[in-house]
């Protein structure tokens, strides 16, 4: 079946500039996760969607970093003003059930890069 | 500060040999561990997991032991094919928390399986 999709799979922007990535996840998933991973560090969790539940963003480094999930399925991820730091890697998962396998399934990623 | 370690950047093994991955974490409340293997370009898929309550889970050609007292954590792969050649992440959670989808992710160790 499909796994989880992101689009675009390469973003290349200029500072200042806003960007917003976007994830599938699988059919069914209740939970969405967002990560991050910059050159060299492990990924880096930065907000998590479960049904109609609060989002926890406490993940998010900054308030230019926002995310909505609609109708509990499609994410979008959103850098406002981009800088140079921002340049990672951003991975979406997605999950049935937080339970004790907590599996997550992760999209390819989007490869942001801030000139 | 780095909760969960992998001390180890990379890896080479032969093919047939085995190959021991390491992972050390610093928090205490975690009590469920995970490794995820990434090819490039891919996102992270789950491999194996094992909850505090064990120190061993094996699943096929792949072993983890827990050693709780060390905060140590290790993944076994034997025997070793070309094919593990891949990142190898490790990561951990409070599964029994009110935040058991937080996923605290490693660096990562990338293994090269020679033939």
């Known amino acids: 079946g499909a796994g989880v999709s992101q689009s675009p799979s390469n973003k290349v922007t200029e500072k200042g500039k806003d960007v917003e990535l976007r994830c599938d996840p699988i059919?069914?998933?209740?939970?969405l996760y967002w990560y991050r991973q910059s050159l060299g560090q492990g990924l880096e969790f930065l907000i998590y969607?479960?049904?109609?539940?609060?989002?926890?963003k406490s993940g998010l480094p900054s308030d230019r970093f926002s995310a909505e999930r609609t109708g509990g399925s499609v994410s979008t991820l959103t850098i406002q003003r981009t800088q140079q730091e921002d340049s990672a890697v951003y991975l979406c998962?997605?999950?049935?059930?937080?339970?004790?396998?907590?599996?997550?399934?992760f999209g390819p990623g989007t490869r942001l890069t801030v000139l | 500060d780095q909760q969960v370690k992998q001390n180890s950047p990379s890896l080479s093994v032969q093919e047939g040999r085995i190959s021991i991955l390491n992972c050390d974490y610093t928090n205490s409340m975690f009590d469920y561990f995970l490794w995820y293997k990434k090819y490039p370009a891919e996102g992270p898929t789950f491999l194996i997991s094992?909850?505090?309550?064990?120190d061993k889970n094996e699943d096929g050609r792949f072993t983890v032991f827990l050693n709780k007292s060390a905060k140590h954590l290790s993944l076994h792969i034997v025997p070793s094919q070309p094919g593990d050649s891949a990142v190898y992440f490790c990561a951990a959670t409070e599964n029994s928390g009110g935040s058991n989808y937080k996923l605290t992710f490693g660096k990562g160790t990338l293994l090269t399986v020679n033939p």
């Open positions: 059919s069914g998933h209740t939970a």
């Open positions: 969607f479960q049904g109609n539940s609060a989002p926890d």
């Open positions: 998962a997605s999950s049935s059930y937080r339970g004790s396998n907590n599996e997550q399934f």
């Open positions: 094992i909850s505090s309550i064990k």
